[in-house]
């Protein structure tokens, strides 16, 4: 079998799109940290829109810990097939934007370099939310936490994706080359501005001589990214094959949507963006809110839920309609109403497409994948919102049955009594939740501050509406309780 790499990229069916542009002329203009699945059908695709007009922004990708995407694409010469799949079928197209691969513990002087050279002008991250070292409740650096911990004590090179970032800026310094721009493409609420307080934490115990010099002069613009991408399975890899007539060792399969928000402030240039179908705005939070809340809110209720449920994946989910409604009308009446957007944005029709890309059949998306890490995630997904209602005075009972779902779940043990695979780097804290009541349960899980902060954990309203929800899982059962609750 003939594996894609450049030699053979020429024998791609002609149906399917290859790189527009020379690809031998590319040169790396973007470091991205975090070279999985979510970037290479994402970002990477709007990068290869864009090499056609520049072929300065090639893609170094760089892994932080594994080295599974190097020895997949590397042979590949980094070509790789995003699949898009639809109800009209399985559409592939063979990227190049990413010419280069690193993997950092591996080859950290390479990355060295790369973070110091002048041609790079943005350094873009998707390390995913616990990749950022912090407190999720107050958006602040945890010192404490190993790798920082690690980073803050070494002479040598760092392991975590913000010891990087300030390694990379410091050498920059000490050159007298310009500060990178840092794109932050991860589901975090004002990413940019989170990242920029995150790493101006670490700055401050690194090289406190510096922290005004970091305060004016790096920019950390924030990014709404949206693209559901399931991880990839073999039956995937089968389907590219049949379509390209190549093996390919990694490829990523994704849905058609796809939305790219980006705050634009790149003091060293960016590419043309906005010629491929990026909004470039001047504010993005309302972008971010409206996709963290409505999406990923969603997303978080329906996998826990729905792993209870049995349901496998979320296009399962939807099949239920009790569950269906409950996720439409959590949107709309206890989400919506949290929002202001411009008026250009039709929040009610954003919710039917959610609705509609949450039922596409022809993707494989795992409850247990979306379900890991919720530690991380609660907060701007579902506990943000929550606080806005009861500012308001307003109810907010399907949100909390969501963070019940998430409790319910986390507490490792299905309804069959089998044990959940519970990932999450908290998972050592859900362990020691002792089998009490539903009340004694809820009161042990709001204590976990770096989740849930001070303030919920004393409503009243908001503790007894969350102890209800988990009762009712506990002696119903999930099926049952999303039927009642939708
Ligand atoms: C999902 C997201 O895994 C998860 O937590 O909610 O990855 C989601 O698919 C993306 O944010 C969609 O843009």
Redesign the pocket.
Known sequence: MTRLSAATLGQVPSSVQTPAYDRSRVTVGIVHLGIGA?HRAHMAAYVDDGLADDLSWGICGVSLRSATTKTALAPQDGLYALGVQSSDGLSPRVLGAVTELLVAPDEPETLDQRLADSNVRIVSLTVTEKGYCHDPATGRLNADHPDIQHDLNTDGFPKSAIGWLAYGLLTRKAAGVAPFTILSCD?LPSNGATLKQVLADFVALKAPAHTAWFEAEVACPSSM?????PATSDEDRDAIHQATGLDDAWPVMTEPFSQFVVEDRFPLGRPNWEKHSVTMAADVEPFERM?LRM??GS??TL?YLGYLAGDETVADTMGDPAFKALIGTMMSDEIMPTLSMPDAIDLLAYRDALLERFSNTSLK?RTW??A??GSQ?LPQRLLGTISDRLASGKPFDRLALGVAGWMRYALGTDEQGQPIDVRDPMADAFKQIDTGSADDRVRQFLALEPIFGTTLPANSLFVETVCAKLHQLQTLGARATIKANA
């Open positions: 979510f589901n990214v949206d693209r559901i991408v996709k999406l990923n997303h978080s996998a998306h994948q979306i890991m890490d995630k």
